[in-house]
Nanobody, 124 residues
């Protein structure tokens, strides 16, 4: 019901910043909880951040608290993940995801729609 296109990935030095965008190419995010996950080679997909359907309530993994911020712009059907003070361990493919469920926003299985992923590489 919703398709997403991610952009904004790239290569940055440690301490730098990137902003990922996840735009709906089909449908709207207005009624979805949006999540961000990342997966590094050889590792399982892990939760990064999420924003509730209203755009008010946010969730963050402990590893990114204070450094990342996610937001939701319903007018543009776009969600953003602002990543500051990036560390090499943040390097991964970042995926946005959407779910109509407000239960368990940090759990991958509640999300039924996924973006294609954006590569983020942080050099030391």
């Amino acid at each position: 019901q919703v398709q997403m296109v991610e952009s904004g990935g790239g290569l940055v030095q440690a301490g730098g910043s990137l902003r990922l965008s996840c735009a709906a190419s089909r449908g709207t995010f207005s009624n979805y909880v949006m999540g961000w996950f990342r997966q590094a080679p050889g590792k399982e997909r892990e939760f990064v951040a999420a924003v509730g359907w209203s755009g008010t309530v946010t969730y963050y993994a402990d590893s990114v608290k204070g450094r990342f911020a996610n937001s939701k712009d319903d007018a543009k059907n776009t969600v953003y993940l602002q990543m500051n003070s990036l560390k090499p361990e943040d390097s991964a493919v970042y995926l946005c995801a959407a779910t109509k469920s407000g239960t368990g926003p940090t759990t991958t299985r509640v999300y039924g729609y996924w973006g294609q992923g954006a590569q983020v590489t942080v050099s030391a």
